[in-house]
Each structure stands twice: as C-alpha cells, then as structure tokens.
C-alpha cells in the first residue's frame, strides 16, 4: 500500500488534469474589425469597434463624441505604405451606418503603384489593451469575397504585407524571422509579467537541494509547459480557463509549503488537511453553481491526501519532485496558452509563432531566475528578528500567495 500512494496521488492529479480539458465558458475579448478594399492604386478602408471598446481611449472626455475621438485615433495609428512611402489619405475618417452598440468609420488611401506590395500597420488600441485582437479583411475589387485574405493584427504583430500573384490573387508576405521574433518578445513579455508563473518557478528553487536538481526540475516544468502549451494553441484540446488558473494557484501553495513541511514530517497531515478543506469547498462550490464540476474537485482531493502521505521524509520530496513539477507544468502550459488564444497565432506562419513564443518564456524564465541563483547561498541565512531562514520566509509567503490565488479563482470567480 506504501508503494501505491504516490501512484494514486498521480492518478488524482491525471484526473484533475483531463477534466480541465472540458470546454470553457467564453469571455468577451477586445476586438475590432477592418475590411480593406484594394482597386488599382487606392485602397478603401473601413474599421469597425463596439462602442464599448471605444471608450477606452483618453480622448473619448473631450472629443464632441466617441466616434470623433476614434477617428482621431485612427488618424495617428493606421498608416498604409508602398515602395518605402506613406500612402497619403484622400478624405479624412467618415461615420458609416453600423449595427446597434458599434462605429464603423471609413476613410481612403491613395498608393503609388497598381501592382507594388502594400505594407498595412496598425497601432490602434494596442497600446492601451495588450489582449486586444484586430481581424482584417482584404480583398481585390475585381475578386469576390472567397478570394479575400484574412490577416490578424496583435500587440506583437502590428504589421502585414500584402500583394498581388501573378494570377492575381493575393498574397501574405510575414517572413517565419518575423513572425518568430515577434512572438518572443510576447512569451519573455508574458512570463515576466505573469507573477502566479514565477512564483512557481521561484517555488522549485525552493525545493531544489542542489543546483543540479534545480535544473532538473525547471528542466521538468520546461517539458510539461511546452507539451500543453503546443497542444492548446494548436487547437488538439479546449482547456477549462477557470479550473487551470485555480491549479496554478494551488501548486504554488503545495510546492511552498512542501519546503518547510517535508523536514517536519509534517506532510501527511497538511495532505489530510488540504483534502478535508477541499471537500468543503467542492460543496461551496457546487452550491454556487460554478464552473469546476466535483469530477475536477475529486482529483484534487486524492491527489492531496495521496500526496502528502507519500513525503515523509526531505529524501522522499525529492524523489517524487521532477513527476510533480512535470504534471503540474501542464497546468502552467494551458495558462500559457490561454494567451495565445487572446492574441492568435498567424495563420500563415503558426509554427513560428508558436516556436517563438515559447522561447520567449524560456528567455524570460532564464533572466528571471540568474540573479536569484546568484544570491541562493545567502537564503541559507537566518534572519536576525525571527531566527528563521530566508527561504523559509519566502516559502510562507509563497504558499499564503497561493491559496490566495486558488480560493479566490474557485469561490469568487
């Protein structure tokens, strides 16, 4: 039975894992939309963005109206461009009719030549919402709609260039260098502003004994992330947002606190503990009606009770460690998917995006853990109030941290 528990501690943690790959409840995004119609040597635009949206702007106080102040905004952030110029504007941005709760507004560029590729840059909102998503539509005045070209525009993809096949047709023009730098600095830009991301990561230096093992398990957390995170942003399985992000928030608070209770022996207790606690806000949580099913509940309760009672010992943490950071590595990549799927990944150039990304928060793990490696020797040291250790203290704050994150992303979601 000793043997076994670990195993069934996995078990749980499987269960909990394939239930999270259940649909999510949708949540609305920050969208706008353009169709662009190329006619010789002009092109015709016309942008579309809710109402609500468009309140977001600074100007939207001042301006005589909403649309004014997009058109405004447009103005300064939509630029069109041909052979190294910019294509100059031959009306200014004029409301069009829309559909109830938006503005379409539209304008027109004169280019320089028929057949040049066009380059389009859109600055538009995101500077001020980095999740926002633009979907253009560009199509040829003597093609019909099926031969129009999707482009999507992020905050790290603000650019396309376009132009004409020799059949006529059109064509995207994003190099894979470009695509894949850009989504770098996305992935370092997300791994070091996403707090609930490094406090893992800072929580598997804790546990580490060595720096060998330190790298085994970050090594470990690397091969999970990148397993989940290909899977999702490639659209092999749906993730359930609301149940990843309450993992993410208990692995810190389980990992966390295993540093200071795995040399009290103290483990199997907080497993029993944790799993009690559990139970009760699975009931909580099935009053309320929310969103995580007792299914996901279940896992999470075995896996604690199975868990704590397999750590008896400092030598036993480290043994089962690289499975753990592993299994929960693969929440963490789901939440890092849930990005991607905020900002997409363009359609013509996917691998590099998704090759990119990923480097980006392998680059920003890196420069997020070299200085804390070099002050790891002075953790060791007690500090001169509590006669309590570094590392000690920053584990406890991690593991209230944690279960901060998860009752709050269970119960008050």
Known sequence: MKRLTPFLGLIGLAVS???????????NKSTSFSDWLWQDDALQL??????????ILPDVAVAASVQ????????????VRQNGKTCPR???????????????????????????PITLRNHAFFNLARSHVHFARLRLASQGLQDSEELLFTASQRQHQISRSPSGSLVGQTSFGDAMSQYVGLGVAHILTGIDHLAFVLCLLLLSQTR????????GFTLGHSLTLGLAALGFVAPNAAFVEAIIGGS???????????????MPRAGCI??????????LDWLRGGEIA????????????????SIKTPADAKRLAPIVTFGFGLFHGFGFAGLLAEVGLPQDQLLAGLLGFNLGVEIGQIIFLTPILLLAPYLARRLPVFKLSWSDAVASGLAGFGVYLFVQRTLFL
């Open 17 to 27: 894992l394939i239930f999270c790959l259940a649909p999510a409840t949708a949540h």
């Open 46 to 55: 016309s942008f579309t963005i809710a109402m609500r949206t468009a309140t």
């Open 68 to 79: 004014d102040a997009v058109a405004v905004h447009l103005l300064a952030h939509i630029e």
């Open 90 to 116: 031959t009306q200014g941005y004029q409301t069009a009719p829309a559909k109830a709760n938006y503005i379409k507004l539209q304008t027109r560029f004169q280019c320089f030549d028929a057949e040049a």
């Open 212 to 219: 060998r093992h330190a790298l085994v398990l970050v090594t």
């Open 252 to 266: 810190i608070a389980l990992i966390a606190a295993e540093h200071v209770l795995a040399r009290q022996g103290a």
């Open 274 to 283: 944790a799993a009690c606690v559990l139970l009760i806000m699975a009931g």
């Open 294 to 309: 007792f299914t996901g509940w279940l896992g999470l309760i075995v896996f604690c009770a199975c868990y704590g009672a």
